[in-house]
């Protein structure tokens, strides 16, 4: 922490990135930052919640690179996170390869599927999310043109010259014209102009009618029908027929869901969507989000909308396109329908979380059925939270029949431990509850749940056999080098249970975890904000206990005391000259006159 303390002293009023490492050297998360200083220094000061409090207990040591402008450092943490693959940045990395259509750029071209976009002098459409989409398209469009389908061009003519599905340039000359008109008609077709080649169908459908060919006809029908099935869902359409992305998102519980719509030739063609936990401030892991997804594969179109330009400085220049934030009209419909869209798509993602009652009951036998204990109906779970051994606490939280019983949580002020001692802290906490669960013969749990491995797990066994003659089930979840819950331990000395990932009983242990985990940080957030509000106080002439106790029960926070006015603090009974003095204080050197305090 001390070397931390004096790297933080160094730190520069420039751009940059920042690479935070754990005890083992390990890159663990790579950000940047318009002012390094003060974004770096933000991790070790004030409280945090979510996931990012787990972050911040990894941080053993940190790197920074300073950069000429913000954009380079957002294109340096692309690089970075590409180059390092970071357990926190995993999920906020586009690490989805998307399905293109490509017309190859060959003497004889063909139509294929692909996930890489590369500097050949092809002919690439998409991205398609839907890659069942990708290959329908293609096959409808390798009915339509003679394009050649065979990767290596054979010996003779195959099938598919006989179905009249390819010129057979193995055998035959090709007019390189006919290739330039078929293209040009493919690139019409998948940049939404549809009518063209859908009159072409009806009437070949027509035609094999009046031939009594009712097979051909029927499938030209069929193909009649997908495309009548595209043009239905062209609900957003634009006259200019200008290629552009609109970008939409939505945070909430630590996760960010992000939305983008392709619009091509005016036509809505495909979305993107993905939704993953964040760390860092929420629009500045947007734009981060943003720059990847345009960084090595995805076609950049002629416009880019955002719901807003904070942090995009440079992004145009970048990315070679028009960058716009619309205020009005189609076009900031277009972003609100995206923002609404994820809002829908991370809220959907939270319900199907959720299970019913009858699967949560299943769970919990399936759960005592795995440990050997019968039906856990009462499952007490504990978590502790700290920031460098700073204010900790730990937390409670009880399920019955696999259902959080919030009546029943408890919070715990740590006060024999110092500093990060995770199994100290373990030890005292079950001790202070059982000992009152039998002084007041209160309910005893089922099973107890503690988060962490086997240092957490023998730290609750010794305290509950060894010192108050207790014996009860005692599992841990431990996490993998991702930090991803894998895998559940039982007893002393701890040993692991299979349990399926897929499995309820896996997901219900895993709400439990998340339910303790947020509860602590809350605790936590809460008992450090005070903490912090005090400490600013405590050099502040003429105030004392109970004053203190009344201006954080009446602002709350630092903020709102700095931006006070007098008639405000005259309205809790304090007089002028004092308000100016704690004013002062806390605004710093800079507001000190009088002038500058009587608002």
Same mark, same amino acid.
């Given at each position: 922490?001390?070397?931390?303390?004096?790297?933080?002293?160094?730190?520069?009023?420039? *751009?940059?990135?920042?690479?935070?490492?754990?005890?083992?050297? $390990?890159?663990?998360?790579?950000?940047?930052?318009?002012?390094?200083?003060?974004?770096?220094?933000?991790?070790?000061?004030? @409280?945090?919640?979510?996931?990012?409090?787990?972050?911040?207990?990894?941080?053993?040591?940190?790197?920074? $690179?300073?950069?000429?402008?913000?954009?380079?450092?957002?294109?340096?943490?692309?690089?970075?996170?590409?180059?390092?693959?970071?357990?926190?940045?995993? %999920?906020?990395?586009?690490?989805? #390869?998307? *399905?293109?259509?490509?017309?190859?750029?060959?003497?004889?071209?063909?139509?294929?599927?692909?996930?890489?976009?590369?500097?050949?002098?092809?002919?690439?459409?998409?991205?398609? !999310?839907?890659?069942?989409?990708?290959?329908?398209?293609?096959? %409808? /469009?390798?009915? /339509?043109?003679?394009?050649?389908?065979?990767?290596?061009?054979?010996?003779?003519?195959?099938?598919?010259?006989?179905?009249?599905?390819?010129?057979?340039?193995?055998?035959?000359?090709?007019?390189?014209?006919?290739?330039?008109?078929?293209?040009?008609?493919?690139?019409?077709?998948?940049?939404?102009?549809?009518?063209?080649?859908?009159?072409?169908?009806?009437?070949? +459908?027509?035609?094999?009618?009046?031939?009594?060919?009712?097979?051909?006809?029927?499938?030209?029908?069929?193909?009649?029908?997908?495309?009548?099935?595209?043009?239905?869902?062209?609900?957003?359409?634009?006259?200019?027929?200008?290629?552009?992305? &609109?970008?939409?998102?939505?945070?909430?519980?630590?996760?960010?869901?992000?939305?983008?719509?392709?619009?091509?030739?005016?036509?809505? $063609?495909?979305?993107?969507?993905?939704?993953? !936990?964040?760390?860092?401030?929420?629009?500045?892991?947007?734009?981060?989000?943003?720059?990847?997804?345009?960084?090595?594969?995805?076609?950049?179109?002629?416009?880019?909308?955002?719901?807003?330009?904070?942090? @995009?400085?440079?992004?145009?220049?970048?990315?070679?396109?028009?960058?716009?934030?619309?205020?009005?009209?189609?076009?900031?419909?277009?972003?609100?329908?995206?923002?609404?869209?994820?809002?829908? &798509?991370?809220?959907?993602?939270?319900?199907?979380?959720?299970?019913?009652?009858?699967?949560?009951?299943?769970?919990?036998?399936?759960?005592?059925?795995?440990?050997?204990?019968?039906?856990?109906?009462?499952?007490? &779970?504990?978590?502790?939270?700290?920031?460098?051994?700073?204010?900790?606490?730990?937390?409670?939280?009880?399920? #019955?029949?696999?259902? !959080?019983?919030?009546?029943?949580?408890?919070? =715990?002020?740590?006060?024999?431990?110092?500093?990060?001692?995770?199994?100290?802290?373990?030890?005292?906490?079950?001790?202070?509850?059982?000992?009152?669960?039998?002084?007041?013969?209160?309910? +005893? !749990?089922?099973?107890?749940?503690?988060?962490?491995?086997?240092?957490?797990?023998?730290?609750?066994?010794?305290?509950?056999?060894?010192?108050?003659?207790?014996?009860?089930?005692?599992?841990?979840?431990?996490?993998?080098?991702?930090?991803?819950? @894998?895998?559940?331990?039982?007893?002393?000395?701890?040993?692991?249970?299979? %349990?399926?990932?897929?499995?309820?009983?896996?997901? /219900? /242990?895993?709400?439990?975890?998340?339910?303790?985990?947020?509860? &602590?940080?809350?605790?936590?957030?809460?008992?450090?904000?005070?903490?912090?509000?005090? @400490?600013?106080?405590?050099?502040?002439?003429?105030?004392?206990?109970?004053?203190?106790?009344?201006?954080?029960?009446?602002?709350?926070?630092?903020?709102?005391?700095?931006?006070?006015?007098?008639?405000? =603090?005259?309205?809790?009974?304090?007089?002028?000259?004092?308000?100016?003095?704690?004013?002062?204080?806390?605004?710093?050197?800079?507001?000190?006159?009088?002038?500058?305090?009587?608002?």
């Amino acid at each position: 922490m001390n070397t931390i303390k004096e790297k933080l002293a160094l730190l520069p009023d420039k *751009p940059g990135c920042y690479l935070m490492k754990n005890t083992e050297g $390990i890159v663990i998360y790579v950000g940047k930052a318009k002012v390094l200083k003060n974004r770096v220094r933000s991790y070790f000061t004030g @409280s945090h919640d979510g996931k990012t409090q787990r972050l911040v207990q990894e941080i053993a040591d940190f790197e920074y $690179i300073v950069t000429s402008s913000p954009m380079e450092a957002l294109l340096l943490e692309c690089n970075l996170i590409k180059q390092y693959d970071p357990r926190y940045n995993i %999920l906020l990395k586009d690490d989805k #390869t998307y *399905p293109y259509i490509k017309i190859t750029n060959e003497v004889h071209p063909r139509l294929e599927i692909t996930r890489k976009v590369l500097k050949d002098g092809a002919k690439y459409f998409g991205p398609y !999310p839907n890659a069942g989409a990708a290959q329908e398209t293609k096959k %409808l /469009l390798d009915r /339509l043109y003679p394009f050649r389908k065979c990767k290596h061009i054979p010996k003779q003519v195959c099938l598919y010259y006989h179905m009249g599905q390819c010129l057979a340039p193995c055998e035959y000359e090709m007019d390189t014209a006919q290739y330039s008109e078929m293209i040009e008609q493919i690139t019409r077709f998948l940049n939404g102009n549809y009518t063209e080649i859908k009159s072409q169908l009806q009437r070949q +459908m027509e035609q094999a009618a009046e031939n009594l060919e009712f097979e051909r006809a029927r499938d030209l029908r069929d193909q009649i029908h997908y495309i009548d099935a595209i043009l239905e869902k062209q609900k957003v359409t634009f006259a200019d027929n200008v290629d552009r992305d &609109a970008w939409g998102y939505y945070t909430d519980k630590g996760w960010m869901s992000v939305q983008v719509f392709h619009i091509r030739q005016g036509k809505m $063609i495909e979305r993107n969507v993905a939704s993953f !936990p964040y760390y860092g401030e929420e629009h500045e892991d947007f734009i981060s989000y943003v720059v990847q997804f345009y960084f090595e594969e995805h076609i950049r179109p002629k416009e880019v909308l955002l719901p807003s330009a904070e942090g @995009s400085e440079g992004l145009e220049e970048w990315l070679g396109s028009k960058l716009l934030v619309p205020q009005r009209g189609p076009k900031k419909q277009l972003v609100d329908m995206a923002n609404e869209n994820a809002n829908i &798509a991370l809220n959907e993602k939270f319900a199907l979380m959720a299970r019913d009652e009858a699967r949560t009951v299943q769970a919990v036998e399936k759960l005592g059925e795995a440990i050997g204990i019968g039906y856990p109906k009462r499952i007490e &779970a504990f978590d502790n939270s700290n920031i460098q051994g700073i204010d900790p606490v730990s937390a409670m939280v009880v399920f #019955t029949d696999g259902k !959080p019983d919030k009546k029943e949580y408890r919070k =715990y002020k740590v006060k024999t431990v110092v500093g990060p001692d995770d199994y100290g802290s373990m030890k005292e906490v079950i001790r202070r509850r059982y000992t009152r669960v039998l002084k007041e013969d209160l309910q +005893m !749990p089922d099973l107890i749940v503690v988060d962490g491995g086997k240092g957490q797990i023998s730290a609750a066994v010794d305290v509950l056999e060894n010192e108050l003659g207790l014996y009860i089930p005692v599992c841990g979840l431990a996490k993998d080098d991702r930090h991803r819950t @894998s895998q559940l331990l039982v007893g002393d000395p701890p040993l692991p249970v299979a %349990l399926k990932r897929d499995s309820n009983e896996f997901h /219900l /242990l895993q709400r439990i975890q998340d339910e303790v985990h947020r509860f &602590a940080i809350t605790f936590h957030r809460n008992t450090r904000g005070k903490t912090m509000f005090k @400490s600013q106080l405590d050099d502040i002439p003429g105030i004392g206990d109970k004053r203190k106790k009344l201006l954080l029960k009446h602002f709350g926070s630092v903020k709102k005391m700095k931006e006070a006015s007098l008639d405000e =603090y005259r309205g809790l009974g304090i007089g002028d000259k004092l308000a100016r003095t704690i004013l002062a204080h806390l605004r710093g050197a800079s507001d000190t006159e009088e002038g500058a305090i009587d608002k």
